[in-house]
Nanobody, 117 residues
Framework: QVQLAESGGGLVQPGGSLRLSCAAS????????MAWYRQAPGKQRELVAT???????NYADSGKGRFTISRDNAKNTVYLQMNRLKPEDTGVYYC???????????WGQGTQVTVSS
């Protein structure tokens, strides 16, 4: 089992920045891929960014050029740096981790990000 604990969400104005953290514990050696997803009220959950064990990253178009996913292996933590935030970035951001098998994995409890004036 893997436990994921997100933090760093909050209320920011458009154009502001937030840094989300996801600390993993438990069977962390089984983790191959970690990712950030987000979900706005009434919307589908959508992928924001992924990072694999080699540190290769991928980004959804929504965050390209503004968001950066990174990991600190010593701390078993993944980060999502979000810059130039827009109101449409508002939602609950979830950390996700899985091993080499797609369709399985673990979810954090989510952290709320609100971008509003």
């Amino acid at each position: 089992q893997v436990q994921l604990a997100e933090s760093g969400g909050g209320l920011v104005q458009p154009g502001g920045s937030l840094r989300l953290s996801c600390a993993a514990s438990g069977s962390i050696d089984s983790i191959l891929v970690m990712a950030w997803y987000r979900q706005a009220p009434g919307k589908q959950r959508e992928l924001v960014a992924t990072i694999i064990s080699s540190s290769a990253t991928n980004y959804a178009d929504s965050g390209k050029g503004r968001f950066t996913i990174s990991r600190d292996n010593a701390k078993n933590t993944v980060y999502l740096q979000m810059n130039r935030l827009k109101p449409e970035d508002t939602g609950v951001y979830y950390c996700y981790a899985r091993g080499p098998t797609q369709g399985s994995g673990y979810w954090g409890q989510g952290t709320q990000v609100t971008v509003s004036s």
